[in-house]
């Protein structure tokens, strides 16, 4: 038995545990507050995250041949001056490929085991630190977004694949006897092995906001189901990655096996190497996390690799009637500004009845409801300390265009409710900021919300009432995909349909959610993606995440006994 898998046991047992149960635990810690960590251990990673600027980072590939890097913090403008390995793909395939060749061969639990090992080392306090101020200082996320986040909500979604992972390969027995007559012959009994054949290499495209929420089960499921793993980071957000490849690559060397199991291609925007990867002859699984048009495009075009995506989608809200008005606001408002509205689950689509809701204190306009939500947006922010933590900064300098060229196209179709202006970042006055821009427009003008736009854009929809903003929200679904979707009704009746109309649409749904981050989801317990609209063809995490990612093959015998 593995010496790593014994060691880490009972959290594989408590992560299924999880899952099977769909409770809320979480292995990890997601708070920072020095009352938990003391005071040395902050320090620490503060310390060793500024020891890397400004140096080449240290990490053993193969196929070395330059050096590339080009972040810069979101937060202080500046370089970050780290350079990478830049690495022949050709050579990165062949030690992936040599590496695999053991790897295969070994038991569930020594692979379950070391991948284990991994998480463990991720969560300790020190990594998870470290992590954090990498996370900030290029996808510019907020330090407590980061460490919660990117680190125990991340890993979280880690070990539950991997549970996942051991749970699928645990199914399948070693070895069986079998026997049956045909006809009158005498009985044939036959011995059987059963081999659970990993696919191949597996390459890892992880996102510029949140890469390792995604890259942790991605390289979680394959390593655990025997395939090697090549990861692709953004340009923008390579640090955090080179990070946990670093130490995964520690473990394996460690443990007695071959790093190069699994191995970075760093790249730059204006050569990248996203395609070389996925379109190699050895690749055979993809994971990619990243716009929807590219995505779309390589679930078409990549008929060589299992495929597995979450891109983004028109995430939508209804409000049909409510008891009350402003904290349903506030919930919405939260969501339009949380992470600057770079996740996944950021509110986009809010549809309200031209004609008005019914709340506990009467009729309010459709006019009133966008009031208060546009109030309760200003609430958020009115505190600089409560919109650095709450909008973190841009990862990007487009996002100012996209904001700019939105504003321009709503002449003549809408208005602009809250026009969107940067906030000043109490720590760092040179922080690429924006607040949400908040557009209103007739539910006609689906050519202007209905689509994905990355970054605090959101439109107020005036529909005819509240089931004609189903209907229309619900094709969004169907043409543009969505991750997630809300609901706010006192009627019943109307959440019943809603519910139908939404999972029928291939969508989750959430009702009346109050008093929590509704952008907010949980490991072990929500399925994130459904697979079954545009917004990504895959779940995090069901047992399909990971029983594509291996195959069984079989040897038969007579059972001489």
């Known amino acids: 038995m593995s010496v790593q898998f014994e060691r880490h046991r009972a959290l594989l047992d408590m992560a299924l545990e999880a899952c099977h149960r769909r409770h809320a635990w979480t292995a990890f810690p997601e708070s920072p507050s020095s009352k938990i960590h003391g005071a040395d251990i902050p320090a620490e990673g503060l310390k060793k995250f500024q020891s890397l600027l400004g140096q080449p980072f240290e990490i053993d590939l193969p196929g070395v041949e330059g050096k590339v890097g080009e972040e810069h913090s979101p937060f202080t403008g500046e370089a970050l001056g780290i350079s990478y390995p830049q690495v022949d793909v050709d050579a990165t395939f062949a030690a992936a490929k040599m590496a695999r060749q053991d790897w295969q061969h070994q038991s569930i639990e020594e692979r379950v085991g070391i991948c284990l090992e991994m998480m463990a080392r991720l969560g300790s306090a020190s990594e998870l630190f470290v ?6 200082h290029t996808a510019g996320q907020s330090f407590i977004m980061a460490f919660a986040g990117c680190g125990a909500n991340a890993l979280d979604r880690g070990l539950e694949a991997l549970a996942y992972a051991y749970k699928a390969m645990s199914d399948i027995p070693s070895s069986a006897d ?3 007559r045909f006809g009158a012959a005498p009985e044939i009994h036959l011995h059987k092995r059963y081999r659970l054949m990993p696919l191949g290499t597996a390459v890892v495209v992880t996102c510029a906001t949140f890469p390792q929420w995604n890259g942790y089960p ?3 499921a394959n390593l655990a189901t025997g395939n090697a793993v090549v990861v692709k980071p953004h340009p923008r957000t390579i640090l955090p990655v080179a990070l946990f490849v670093r130490t995964m690559r520690e473990v394996l060397r460690e443990s007695g096996h071959d790093p190069n ?4 291609v760093a790249d730059t925007r204006s050569k990248p190497a996203t395609l070389p990867l996925i379109n190699h002859a050895d690749t055979r699984i993809v994971d990619f996390t990243g716009g929807p048009e590219f995505g779309r495009w390589i679930e078409q075009n990549c008929p060589h690799a299992q495929v597995y995506t979450e891109t983004a989608g028109c995430n939508s809200v209804i409000i049909e009637s409510v008891d009350d008005l402003d904290a349903v606001c506030d919930a919405i408002a939260h969501s339009l500004c949380q992470a600057s509205a770079q996740m996944c689950t950021s509110v986009q689509n809010i549809f309200v009845s031209r004609e008005g809701i019914e709340t506990r204190q ?17 609430r958020q922010l009115e505190d600089p300390k409560r919109a650095a933590f709450l909008c973190g900064a841009l990862v990007d300098q487009g996002i100012y265009e996209a904001i700019a060229d939105m504003e321009q196209a709503v002449a003549g179709k809408g208005h602009i409710l809250r026009s969107s202006t940067p906030y000043a970042h109490p720590e760092y006055p040179a922080a690429r900021t924006a607040t949400p821009l908040m557009v209103v427009v007739d539910a006609r003008e689906g050519a202007l919300y209905g689509r994905e736009h990355f970054g605090p854009i959101s439109f107020l929809i005036a529909c005819d009432d509240a089931d004609h903003g189903l209907r229309r929200a619900t094709e969004d679904v169907r043409l543009h995909g969505a991750i997630t979707s809300h609901v706010y009704s006192s009627d019943a009746s109307f959440l019943e349909r809603a519910e139908r109309a939404y999972h029928e649409a291939g969508a989750s749904l959430s009702c009346n959610l109050l008093g929590m981050p509704i952008n907010f989801a949980a490991a072990y317990s929500d399925f994130h993606v459904t697979g079954l609209n545009p917004a990504g063809n895959a779940c995090l995490t069901d047992l399909a995440f990971v029983t594509g990612r291996f195959r069984i ?4 015998f007579p059972d001489r006994s």
């Open 131 to 136: 992590n954090a101020h990498a996370t900030v």
């Open 553 to 556: 093959v079989q040897t038969r």
């Open 218 to 220: 991605a390289i979680m």
């Open 178 to 180: 079998w026997s049956r």
């Open 362 to 378: 009467g009729k309010a306009s459709f006019e009133t409801v966008c009031d208060t939500l546009r109030a309760a947006v200003e």
């Open 261 to 264: 199991l699994l191995t970075l």
